[in-house]
């Protein structure tokens, strides 16, 4: 059998799909992905190749639902509007890596970190905690929280 041609998207079960959006194109520097060329909305395109409207939640579509890097080397995310609310720590996070790498020294990593941090908390995520390793050792990141309670670190 031929290899099939595979790409990677995440997506990330939510209650409000333009909020994380706003959030995470943001955070990701990122871009809203526009629907496909010759539709109004995503919604329209949906209908064009017969998803079925019971399929749809009220509003899907309207606007955009998921992100992408506009440099086209990071995965597509999508946020899925979902009814039931988050309720456990997440089994799979994101890694926003700007500290350089443990060949940059602790001290300039840790202020990439710490101001990423700040950009990311003005933009709506909260601080979980900070992993400081212990004295003598090289390691530090900062576990937040999207605007829905998703855990993601800075390292």
Known sequence: MEPVEMTLQLTIDCADPQRLVRFWAAALRYVPQPPPEGY???RAYWASIGVPEEELTEGAGELPESVVDPKGVGPRIWFQQVPEPKTVKNRLHLDLKVGGGREVPLALRRARVDGEVARL????????STLDGPEGTDSYAVVLQDPEGNEFCVV
Do not use: R
């Open 40 to 42: 109004a909305t995503w």
């Open 121 to 128: 908390t003005d933009l709506g995520a909260t601080v979980l």
